[in-house]
T-cell receptor, first 111, second 114 residues
Framework: RKEVEQDPGPFNVPEGATVAFNCTYS??????FFWYRQDCRKEPKLLMS???SGNEDGRFTAQLNRASQYISLLIRDSKLSDSATYLC????????????FGPGTRLSVLP | GAGVSQSPSNKVTEKGKDVELRCDPI?????LYWYRQRLGQGLEFLIY????????KSGLPSDRFSAERTGESVSTLTIQRTQQEDSAVYLC????????????FGPGTRLTVL
């Protein structure tokens, strides 16, 4: 079993749809959590950090459930420009940086 | 300020040759990571540097792969006797010290081994 797992995808949704991505992690000592997006043939870029209380940034909402070791990302009112691969990332090291990337879920928003 | 830079952006080499890839992290970032990403695949961790601590080399796929970093500056990833399966994008990322700080990625080096 991989340490960070994500919905296998791909997700094909029409413009304006709401789409949710799920991610689970196996290391209960994990400290911090992120969602990155990666456009085709580009480097990953931070979309948002995920806080314990949940957080929202415009059309994007991230949730963390430490008890279930589960992270989610909700995208409302999908735009064509949201088409990308979404990577769930977990930092499992107390003392510094020890990031583990999930395999990613590809989203295609269709006109 | 300047982001993470990598060079070269593209490298085409013949099987059996050695290649050296370079990463310039963001100034002041103590942590530096190398990843490999094959076409259509996820990120594969290779090596991690944190300040002057011993690097975490647990992701290096074979002894043909090595990396160095002097202090908190430039890092080089060297692949000896390249094989066709080494063809991939090699991504470097840096991060400031601290559990809650995200990684910043460079644009990557696309390596093609003929």
């Amino acid at each position: 079993r991989k340490e960070v797992e994500q919905d296998p995808g791909p997700f094909n949704v029409p413009e304006g749809a709401t789409v949710a991505f799920n991610c689970t992690y196996s290391n209960s000592a994990s400290q911090s959590f992120f969602w990155y997006r990666q456009d085709c043939r580009k480097e990953p870029k931070l979309l948002m950090s995920v806080y314990s209380s949940g957080n929202e940034d415009g059309r994007f909402t991230a949730q963390l459930n430490r008890a279930s070791q589960y992270i989610s990302l909700l995208i409302r009112d999908s735009k064509l420009s949201d088409s990308a691969t979404y990577l769930c990332v977990v930092n499992r090291n107390n003392y510094g940086q020890n990031f583990v990337f999930g395999p990613g879920t590809r989203l295609s928003v269709l006109p | 300020g300047a982001g993470v830079s990598q060079s070269p952006s593209n490298k085409v080499t013949e099987k059996g040759k050695d290649v050296e890839l370079r990463c310039d992290p963001i100034s002041g970032h103590t942590a530096l990571y190398w990843y490999r990403q094959r076409l259509g695949q996820g990120l594969e961790f290779l090596i991690y540097f944190q300040g002057n601590s011993a690097p975490d080399k647990s992701g290096l796929p074979s002894d043909r792969f090595s990396a160095e970093r002097t202090g908190e500056s430039v890092s080089t990833l060297t692949i000896q006797r390249t094989q066709q399966e080494d063809s991939a994008v090699y991504l470097c990322a840096s991060s400031p010290y601290g559990t809650y700080n995200e990684q910043f990625f460079g644009p990557g080096t696309r390596l093609t081994v003929l």
